[in-house]
């Protein structure tokens, strides 16, 4: 990114999590309260996942279906850039 190009807004979970991850997974430091909201926003956002998907919790490591998946969308870009450039 350009200097003064700025990326998509972040949420308020992101947001709190930041300094954390920028740490390398440290201990976050939110007072109690904050803490189980955050927990909640969490515990609600699995539940949503879940029925979205009919109640079936992923197959197999979640890390590794979403690492084969950019590996198929990388695929998917190339294969393009390979055909616009053959085709120029």
Same mark, same amino acid.
Do not use: F, Y
């Given at each position: /990114?350009?200097?003064?190009?700025?990326?998509?807004?972040?949420?308020?979970?992101?947001?709190? #999590?930041?300094?954390?991850?920028? !740490?390398?997974?440290?201990? %976050?430091? #939110?007072?109690? &309260?904050?803490?189980?909201?955050?927990?909640?926003?969490?515990?609600? $956002?699995?539940?949503?996942? =879940?029925?979205? !998907?009919?109640? &079936?919790?992923?197959?197999?490591?979640?890390?590794? =279906?979403?690492?084969? /998946?950019?590996?198929? $969308?990388?695929?998917?870009?190339?294969?393009? %850039?390979?055909?616009? %450039?053959?085709?120029?």
């Amino acid at each position: /990114m350009d200097e003064g190009e700025r990326g998509p807004p972040i949420s308020p979970l992101h947001s709190s #999590l930041a300094p954390c991850l920028s !740490r390398g997974l440290g201990t %976050v430091n #939110l007072e109690p &309260k904050r803490r189980l909201e955050l927990l909640e926003r969490i515990r609600r $956002r699995r539940e949503a996942i =879940l029925a979205r !998907r009919g109640g &079936k919790p992923i197959d197999g490591d979640a890390a590794e =279906l979403i690492n084969q /998946m950019r590996d198929e $969308r990388d695929e998917e870009i190339w294969r393009a %850039v390979r055909d616009s %450039v053959a085709d120029s």
